[in-house]
């Protein structure tokens, strides 16, 4: 079986700002790699970062992108185009695969292909009749050129970057095209214009945050002495063996389909943002302090999305990366003075918490990474959970609030339920890897402030509720309210929003059977929303009311558990019916039923598909449900 032919990486592509069918990129990547190649069809000064219409068959290029998600934007940007102006090109003639991208423009009679590698790639243009113009350029930010007119190889420099505040930040580049004939470029506004007068050329391009001279390193390394065929062959063998770490057993081919390109996709992120110097050792560019500093680094990365499902997965699938992961956010520690919340090169600061706790604490409960490196990380997370940090990007909003009166008041915060939720959880998670650390004092400490979500819980509404620094419930209380007190949410999807303390909202329910009449009324009541504090409809709205599942939004990381608490709670019926309903209605090919969210959504999918998910990262314990195939192995990772 070749698990590379079920991918398809335009799964979710199909999106737009109003509705979301996953809002991801047909990312042309190697697993975790530090490049990736899409094709770029169209930028518009509103909405540029969705830079990709599946429908459309015309394109400016294939860019060189680094882009997390839409919401976040992109950085480190080059475009390759044949043409100074849109092309069309032949969608049948064409392929997009994660290992290699072919377009064929049938106006200009010309075909560009393009195959990754960890920090560059290979790209071969083959003409018609006769040889033209290869453009290299940006869509946004400077771009500069300088010409080696010894070696030929073409070097330069962009510095966009729509988010992350970074110091000193460039991506350099270095491209070397086998061409006798390659004429030195013009050079104009930012745009090379290279003219290739064979009917064929090869060209390698390799990145670097530090250096010129590292670029052409990359380049050196990962690509000297190979051809686009070999780098492309060199790609399937990668992803099939990838993508391979679990087999499942199904006679239904769409199955496959969706099982697959949710595994491709969920390995995608976050990237490698390292280097390799001559004498074999790490080193990278830190956005914090603009400067170069030894040891491996990640990014492209929101924890408020991806600790729910996606690093229990890199457990199973891709241990030897989650310790390197874990080195690098304890470098961002040191280099910044707090541990990362959601990076973009540098520190985005977008959503709320500190939900790389959870991280640390399954990282530690699964045995990844030593003790060594555990207790950078564990300074890190006392660290946030102490000090508040004067740039909001950065730690626990609202935490001296929170260790004031236990919980984030509502008149000195949007968000306050969520933020106060999380930090519980958090601390759970700190007395967690306390304890695994031999440090029983402190995580006895953070245990008994994990219980601090007890003082939201009114047990008359059944709901999370907001208070006041006064102590007094926010009046009015309606439960189908969005935002204020929650995040992308309303009370209703936050109802078993402590994974940590499950079992202590069903006696706050009343009892387990208790706590699954509130799942049922969860899922029976319809999908209604206020707007809040949101003052119009946004898509997460949208894309709940799309499904036939009541409250609980799918679409969305906070509904992400509860399908799967039927069978913590004692029915696993219940659970089985639902998510059959979701995978089999909400999940297509195609499309996903909201934000894919840097490999989130994907991962939930193969946790379904298997019939088991990480209830409450930090344990190491799954809840069960009955697998959607015949059979599954998980292929053990040698480290």
């Not at 949007?414 to 650390?437: H, P, R």
Request: aromatic residues 14%; hydrophobic residues 35%; contains cysteine.
């Amino acid at each position: 079986m070749r698990y590379l032919d079920y991918v398809n990486i335009r799964m979710g592509t199909d999106s737009k700002p109003e509705f979301s069918r996953g809002n991801t990129l047909p990312l042309c990547q190697l697993p975790f790699g530090m490049c990736a190649f899409s094709p770029q069809t169209d930028v518009k000064e509103k909405n540029s970062e969705w830079f990709y219409d599946p429908k459309s068959n015309e394109m400016d290029g294939i860019r060189l992108t680094h882009q997390p998600s839409p919401w976040i934007g992109d950085f480190g940007t080059l475009l390759f185009s044949l043409d100074k102006k849109k092309a069309h090109f032949d969608t049948e003639k064409s392929a997009l695969m994660p290992n290699y991208i072919s377009v064929y423009f049938d106006g200009l009679g010309a075909r560009f292909e393009i195959a990754p590698s960890e920090r560059g790639g290979i790209f071969k243009i083959e003409f018609e009749n006769e040889g033209g113009y290869l453009y290299l350029s940006s869509p946004h930010g400077n771009t500069d050129f300088r010409l080696d007119n010894e070696s030929k190889v073409l070097y330069g420099t962009n510095d966009f970057i729509r988010n992350g505040n970074c110091k000193n930040f460039k991506m350099y580049f270095a491209i070397s095209i086998d061409d006798a004939d390659f004429v030195a470029p013009e050079i104009e506004n930012g745009v090379a214009k290279i003219k290739l007068c064979s009917k064929k050329a090869e060209g390698r391009v390799g990145i670097s945050y530090i250096s010129y001279e590292m670029a052409l390193k990359n380049l050196e390394k990962e690509l000297g002495g190979k051809s686009y065929v070999e780098l492309k062959s060199e790609g399937e063998e990668i992803w099939d063996q990838r993508l391979g770490r679990i087999t499942i057993e199904s006679s239904d081919d769409e199955q496959k389909r969706i099982f697959y390109s949710c595994m491709y996709r969920a390995v995608l992120f976050p990237n490698k943002a390292y280097e390799i110097d001559d004498n074999g050792e790490a080193m990278h560019y830190s956005p914090f302090t603009g400067c170069v500093h030894k040891g491996k680094r990640y990014t492209n990365n929101g924890f408020w999305d991806t600790y729910r499902t996606s690093y229990t997965l890199f457990s199973m699938i891709a241990r030897e990366e989650f310790a390197e992961m874990l080195e690098g956010f304890a470098s961002d520690y040191d280099e910044s003075g707090y541990l990362p919340r959601w990076t973009a090169m540098g520190e985005a600061g977008c959503m709320p918490s500190t939900l790389i706790d959870a991280v640390i604490a399954e990282a530690v409960c699964q045995g990844i990474g030593d003790k060594k490196l555990h207790e950078r990380l564990f300074n890190g997370m006392l660290h946030h959970a102490n000090i508040a940090s004067k740039d909001l990007r950065f730690g626990r909003k609202n935490i001296d609030q929170y260790l004031k009166f236990g919980y984030v008041p509502y008149d000195f915060s949007d968000e306050s339920i969520n933020l106060s939720l999380d930090f519980a959880y958090g601390d759970w998670c700190i007395a967690k890897v306390a304890k695994s650390l031999g440090k029983d004092e402190i995580a006895r400490e953070y245990f008994e402030r994990s219980e601090n979500y007890k003082l939201l819980f009114d047990k008359k509404t059944g709901f999370f509720r907001a208070k006041s620094s006064l102590g007094e419930w926010r009046e009015d209380f309606d439960p189908f309210v969005w935002g204020y007190d929650y995040t992308e949410s309303s009370a209703w999807q936050n109802v078993f929003g402590v994974p940590h303390a499950l079992d202590a909202v069903a006696e706050m329910l009343g009892g387990k059977e208790k706590a699954r009449e509130k799942l049922d009324e969860i899922f029976d009541t319809p999908p209604k929303f206020v707007y809040g504090r949101y003052g119009a409809e946004i898509h997460e709205m949208s894309e709940m009311a799309a499904c036939d599942l009541g409250q609980c939004a799918i679409s969305n990381q906070p509904s992400f558990t509860i399908p799967f608490l039927y069978a913590y709670y004692g029915d696993k019926k219940k659970s089985d019916d639902v998510i059959k309903k979701i995978t089999r209605e909400y999940f297509t090919p195609d499309s996903y039923p909201g934000d894919e969210d840097n490999g989130s959504m994907s991962a939930w999918y193969i946790f379904a598909t298997i019939g088991k998910y990480p209830t409450c990262p930090g344990t190491g314990e799954f809840t069960e449900t009955t697998p959607l195939v015949k059979n599954y192995k998980i292929k053990k990772e040698q480290v």
